[in-house]
């Protein structure tokens, strides 16, 4: 039987990257991302925010990628899958842990300015397009064909 282990996180950078590298020369990035939800309390009527804190560890290219383009506070969206680890404090009391092993990574908001205030502008420098963040080119349109016989119909097809 096929098993799923994938996480899709949309929130906010909570600090800033801290990359390191491996002795065989791999990028490590570890970042933390703040998720919120809203819910309105029974008794007093009262909107309550609900903050969830995650770690999310980037490797190799990714890891690089996640360390020159994100800043604390900035809005990204990251695919990953949950690893669960334990380790030993100082203290001798043993701990639990649950990270996520990003995948994919995309910068969410304006260009610049870490706060998400691009509205629904998206930027990116997913795993796909490693090189520079995606910039918005004026689209184009192709040239018209003469003599077709559909010049005169709209392009707005339903289907």
């Not at 819910?39 to 969830?52: A, F, H, L, V, Y």
């Not at 404090?89 to 990003?102: F, L, M, P, Q, S």
Request: charged share 30%; glycine share 14%.
């Amino acid at each position: 039987m096929a098993s799923v282990n994938k996480v899709i996180l949309v929130g906010n950078c909570g600090r800033d990257p801290e990359v390191r590298y491996a002795p065989s020369g791999a990028a490590i990035c570890n970042i933390s991302i703040a998720t919120s939800s809203r819910r309105k309390d029974k008794n007093t009527g009262e909107s309550i925010e609900d903050t969830q804190w995650h770690r999310v560890t980037f490797y190799d290219r990714l890891a690089e990628i996640a360390g020159e383009y994100l800043k604390k506070g900035r809005p990204v969206y990251v695919e990953g899958r949950l690893k669960y680890g334990k380790y030993t404090d100082k203290d001798g009391i043993e701990r639990n842990t649950v990270d996520i092993v990003a995948t994919e990574m995309q910068l969410l908001g304006g260009r610049e300015g870490g706060g998400g205030g691009g509205g629904d502008e998206m930027g990116a420098a997913p795993a796909a397009r490693p090189a520079a963040p995606a910039r918005s080119a004026p689209a184009s349109k192709p040239p018209a064909k003469a003599g077709t016989g559909f010049d005169d119909m709209d392009d707005d097809i339903p289907f």
